[in-house]
């Protein structure tokens, strides 16, 4: 009998995403503290997953129905930086904000760029924020609701699948720029996920869902 092929969520390893083969995904998560992955048996449950909690899919079977107490995720800082993106999936127009959280105060919006995705606004808006912030000799902290653009700016590198095109040159210039910016930079800032099941929406949404 065929043997179902397996996909793998990592949520934290040398690269987050969902992966096609145990080899691929032990690449990631071998020898990384701290790494949190879990296999699936079709690629849309992976998918889905790696927009949820670690935790959530992670719990012993007897506990998956129950909720993680409200009290493992404190109240998010207030003196912060949220940020977050958005993707027209009609014409794949994207576009990214910051807001000073204490206030709803917007700080920053970028966009529409076309032919971009959301994975690529959110990390551009990271950066964004951190520049921002050092340009203002600030440490508050940053929040985004994307796991994957976080590990991106980690890894000082953008681990976008998109292909360049003729009529996206500018999103590809800003990611270059993105990423010379990680590499040549250091910050205090710590780069925060929001956790929306326990705190709603972040304030930065567009309201577009």
Not at 27 to 34: A, D, I, L, P, S
Not at 49 to 74: D, H, S, V
Request: proline share 5%.
């Amino acid at each position: 009998m065929e043997k179902k092929p397996k996909f793998y969520t990592v949520w934290e390893g040398r690269k987050s995403g969902v992966f096609d083969s145990w080899d691929e995904c032990k690449k990631q998560v071998e020898g990384f503290q701290g790494a949190k992955y879990k296999s699936f048996d079709n690629k849309k449950e992976a998918e889905e997953a790696l927009k949820e909690n670690y935790w959530k899919y992670t719990q012993k079977a007897e506990q998956k129905q129950m909720k993680i107490p409200a009290k493992a995720f404190p109240p998010p800082i207030v003196e912060s930086i949220v940020v977050d993106a958005a993707w027209n999936s009609v014409n794949k127009d994207m576009e990214y904000q910051g807001f000073y959280l204490k206030t709803k105060e917007r700080i920053f919006h970028k966009g529409p760029f076309p032919k971009a995705t959301n994975n690529i606004g959110e990390f551009l808006a990271i950066v964004h924020a951190l520049a921002h912030l050092k340009k203002h000799n600030s440490v508050l902290p940053i929040y985004s609701d994307s796991r994957t653009a976080i590990s991106w700016v980690r890894n000082k590198k953008a681990n976008t699948k998109l292909d360049e095109s003729q009529g996206n040159p500018e999103v590809f210039e800003l990611i270059d720029r993105a990423e010379k910016w990680l590499k040549t930079n250091t910050y205090p800032n710590k780069v925060l996920k929001w956790e929306t099941e326990y705190w709603g929406e972040n304030p930065a949404d567009f309201g577009r869902k």
